[in-house]
């Protein structure tokens, strides 16, 4: 019998995997986009993408993979915890910036 707490692990360790395949996806289909349109706004936009839903659910699941082995101690969660926020907050500011980019070359009024 599995326990409650070691399923909802396992639960959380496959949502993080998935969300960080899932990004990964999102920002290669971005990548893509800006090799096809080489818009700066589009480069803004893939990295910021990129940043947000590849690199931020890896550094989550990373750390949440060295706490659980105990490779890293707990002490080190809240560090973990403000690079996945740091991380967020730049992808949010590169997308952001790349509408103002796209705004303000008319590509989004078309």
Known sequence: MVAVG????????????GS?????????????????????????????????????????LLGQGLIAAHVVGIRYQDSFRLVVRLLQFTGLVLIAYSLRLATDSGLLSR
Not at 8 to 15: D, E, H, I, R
Not at 33 to 59: E, K, N
């Open 20 to 60: 960080a395949v899932i990004g990964l996806y999102i920002g290669y289909h971005a990548y893509r986009g800006l090799r096809r349109h080489g818009d700066p706004a589009m480069r803004y936009l893939s990295v910021g993408m990129i940043v947000l839903f590849g690199v931020t659910y890896l550094v989550a």
């Open 6 to 17: 070691s399923l909802t692990g396992v639960l959380t360790g496959a949502a993080a995997t």
